[in-house]
């Protein structure tokens, strides 16, 4: 009975004092836009925006009914967080387009989420849409910026084991370029005459 009452107490001591507080520990860095874009249209995106730049316009988008450019932005941002995760040599910094995602996608209410999916499967459906969409991301070009936002995602980072600048040695650019068009996104296959 003693040690049930001792055991008590402590329960009793331990609840006074207040839990410990919980820290959030982030490296600098981690899954963070530098370029507010806004909603823009297609003829003002550029390949030097990453996800997190990307998938923050997206919300912007869909309050100003924007749906065909909400989707678009979220389609060049998923493209470049696949390429991005194929050059990141961290794999535990690959889930960054998951919390992005996570973070402006789920922002939307439900009738915003089911209008951008019915757009989304409109566009994709399509072949000749999704061509259109396909051409139009070759267009604005791979990836040209370091993707600080991934890198600085991973425990590498967090617990400052990031070996070199934290790219896979050896990445083939214009190999993981094409295999996220046609792999990924479906892109119709480009032949060169």
């Known amino acids: 009975m003693f040690i049930v009452r001792l055991i008590g107490v402590a329960c009793l001591v331990a609840a006074c004092a207040g839990p410990e507080p919980v820290k959030d520990h982030e490296a600098k860095g981690n899954a963070e836009s530098s370029n507010d874009i806004g909603c823009t249209d297609v003829a003002h995106l550029r390949n030097i925006y990453t996800p997190a730049d990307l998938y923050r316009a997206i919300p912007v988008c869909v309050e100003r009914n924007d749906y065909d450019s909400a989707v678009f932005i979220s389609a060049l941002a998923s493209v470049y967080a696949r390429y991005d995760q194929m050059r990141v040599a961290d794999e535990s910094a690959q889930q960054a387009e998951t919390v992005l995602r996570m973070k ?11 209008k951008f999916v019915e757009v989304l499967r409109a566009r994709t459906n399509s072949p000749t849409k999704l061509t259109v969409m396909c051409d139009q991301i070759r267009g604005i070009g791979p990836p040209h910026y370091f993707p600080t936002y991934m890198v600085q995602h991973g425990m590498g980072a967090f617990i400052g084991n ?32």
Do not use: I, M
């Open 104 to 114: 402006y996608l789920d922002s939307l209410v439900p009738d915003q989420q089911k």
């Open 162 to 193: 990031t070996r070199g600048d934290g790219l896979v040695t050896g990445f083939n650019g214009a190999q993981a370029w094409n295999e996220v068009l046609t792999t990924f996104l479906h892109c119709p296959e480009v032949t060169t005459g």
